[in-house]
């Protein structure tokens, strides 16, 4: 079935580094991504990665993705007050990434 | 501003009234996404069209909703009838629609409808 399951909240003291983690069922899936949702704002996209990719850097982001267990991570390196939002993980369901099936969100507070 | 573009931001409707939203995607971009968030949810994919052509609808997708995309360019969702239960935020996606590839897609900010 399609299911994309994340822990719905995270607190981190600025500075340190956040860890958010999603678990998808559905191994055809061909890219998996990170958005971000901030109050107000629409979707933005953090970062994505493909399936046959073990890790994707991309200046504070981190992308881990452990395909045999079906688990994906971001890794936000010296996290500010900037990075509080909500984080949603996605996984493509077809090789065009026609539709995307969307995790729950993170929510992520960030604390001075 | 070149984004995904909604209108309008908000809407409040009474129970029984018809609603329609507009999209307008990032020039180019030959698909167009409709999804639904309610509060505490991820988005849910409602429809999504390949330039002019609705080529996927959601179960989600009552006979009381219906989208159209008639050029190619811009996008409404009409909801007719409307019911509380249909109070959410509407998002609009574009994507540029390669054949492989991430075919990224970009969100505008949403319409959020309350039904009262």
């Known amino acids: 079935g399609e299911d994309v399951e994340q822990s719905l909240f995270l607190s981190v003291r600025e500075g340190d580094s956040s860890v958010i983690n999603c678990t998808y069922t559905d191994s055809s899936s061909t890219y998996l991504y990170w958005y971000k949702q901030e109050p107000g704002a629409g979707l933005q996209l953090l970062t994505y990665?493909?399936?046959n990719m073990d890790m994707k850097q991309d200046q504070r982001l981190t992308v881990l993705l452990n395909k045999k267990d079906k688990h994906l991570s971001l890794r936000i390196a010296d996290t500010q007050t900037g990075d509080s939002a909500i984080y949603f993980c996605a996984e493509s369901m077809d090789g065009n990434n026609r539709k995307l099936i969307w995790g729950l969100g993170t929510s992520l507070a960030v604390n001075p | 501003d070149t984004g995904v573009s909604q209108d309008p931001r908000h809407k409040i409707t009474k129970r029984g009234q018809n609603v329609t939203f507009r999209c307008d995607p990032i020039s180019e971009h030959n698909r167009l996404y409709w999804y639904r968030q309610t509060l505490g949810q991820g988005p849910e994919f409602l429809t999504y069209f390949q330039n002019e052509a609705q080529l996927e609808k959601s179960r989600l997708l009552s006979d009381r909703f219906s989208a159209e995309r008639p050029k190619g360019s811009f996008s409404t969702l009409e909801i007719q009838r409307t019911e509380q239960g249909d109070s959410a935020m509407y998002l609009c996606?574009?994507?540029?629609?390669?054949?492989?590839?991430?075919?990224?897609?970009?969100f505008g900010p949403g319409t959020r409808l309350t039904v009262l």
């Open positions: 990665i493909f399936s």
């Open positions: 996606a574009s994507s540029m629609g390669q054949g492989s590839g991430t075919d990224t897609q970009y």
